[in-house]
């Protein structure tokens, strides 16, 4: 059974909090995480999401940005994606040549059993 089931179409803030408090419980990251939910990411209007390092007031924090124009369950699928991505960012590992490589993956698979179940 899955520890987080979406309830609205799209994500309500609420429950991004939520499964946010979740992920980050059970895996932790490197830095805080912070969601944004923009209409264009990286200049265009056709990326679904990303994660990058930025710093807040001097604080490091990874940001996951899901693109806002996607729809359900698309948009959790996308947050999913980028936090497998912010479960493996390490300062050596900011420019990696092997974006989804196994320990993304491995991450991914174990984000999936929270939202999907066994």
């Known amino acids: 059974m899955a520890d987080?089931?979406?309830?609205?179409?799209?994500?309500?803030r609420s429950e991004v909090k939520?499964?946010?408090?979740?992920?980050?419980?059970?895996?932790?990251?490197?830095?805080p995480v912070r969601i944004e939910r923009p209409k264009i990411i990286d200049g265009s209007d056709k990326s679904?999401?990303?994660?990058?390092?930025?710093?807040?007031?001097g604080k490091t924090m990874l940001v996951i940005r899901v693109a806002a124009w996607l729809p359900y369950p698309?948009?959790?699928m996308v947050l999913i994606h980028e936090y497998a991505?912010?479960?493996?960012?390490?300062?050596?590992?900011?420019e990696n040549d092997e974006h989804h490589g196994p320990e993304w993956g491995l991450a991914e698979a174990k984000l999936w059993k929270i939202v999907g179940g066994d």
């Open 4 to 12: 987080f089931v979406p309830r609205s179409r799209p994500l309500k």
């Open 18 to 31: 939520k499964l946010l408090s979740l992920l980050q419980e059970r895996y932790p990251t490197l830095h």
């Open 48 to 57: 679904f999401g990303e994660t990058e390092v930025r710093k807040f007031s």
């Open 74 to 76: 698309a948009d959790w």
């Open 85 to 94: 991505h912010a479960m493996n960012w390490r300062p050596a590992h900011q």
